[in-house]
């Protein structure tokens, strides 16, 4: 058996092995990760939220947890595989600046962008460009493009723009055109906002919702 081990860690550390092993292991934090975040989530959601039997609701939760997993999986692979083939036919044989744009370009349209999108994936990208946006933000602000008018800490200012527009954009759309709004997002919009309206009683103005 010890001798299986040390063969067996010999391979790993090979620095032949490398970037196929970093591929693997990607693809293995990718599933991990995913179940990691996606499972406490869809725990609280669905028992809050979804109605039916147990049963039915574990498998709401295993599927989602499943395909969290299996997804952010999928685009570790293509993603470090695609980097792998780019820097491997390069005439440099050397990273090129755009080679993570493409590859996550690859990945994000392989994985992400085919076919009608899961609510899963709806959150996964949702997430990513509203960290993307605040990223370029907060770039714009340090390559000089944007003022830090407020003076607090680099890209501080980025985050203010960031936050008032994501706020008056999202309560502009909701007021005028709510169907196109996310539909858990919706109905959470709708609950706080939109009920917020209508009362007949004590009851249902402070201690119940309707």
């Avoid at 028992?47 to 609701?57: A, D, E, I, M, V």
Wanted: charged share 15%.
């Amino acid at each position: 058996m010890d001798q299986i081990t040390d063969v067996v860690n010999r391979t790993i550390l090979d620095p032949r092995y490398a970037d196929y092993l970093a591929v693997l292991k990607a693809a293995r934090n990718g599933a991990v990760y995913g179940a990691k975040v996606r499972f406490p989530h869809a725990l609280v959601m669905v028992f809050l939220f979804r109605t039916g039997t147990l049963k039915s609701k574990l498998a709401l939760i295993l599927k989602a947890t499943r395909q969290h997993a299996r997804n952010l999986a999928l685009f570790a692979t293509i993603y470090k595989s695609t980097c792998l083939l780019l820097r491997r036919t390069s005439p440099t044989r050397k990273e090129a600046p755009w080679d993570s744009f493409l590859a996550g370009l690859l990945g994000g349209y392989v994985v992400f962008g085919r076919g009608s999108p899961s609510s899963v994936n709806q959150q996964i990208v949702i997430y990513v460009f509203a960290r993307v946006v605040l990223a370029l933000a907060k770039l714009s602000v340090q390559k000089g493009m944007v003022p830090d008018l407020g003076g607090r800490t680099q890209g501080g200012n980025a985050w203010s723009l960031f936050a008032a527009l994501s706020w008056g954009g999202v309560m502009w759309v909701f007021r005028w055109y709510p169907e196109v709004v996310q539909p858990s997002m919706r109905s959470s919009m709708k609950y706080i906002y939109v009920n917020a309206d209508h009362w007949d009683s004590f009851r249902n103005l402070l201690i119940h919702n309707q």
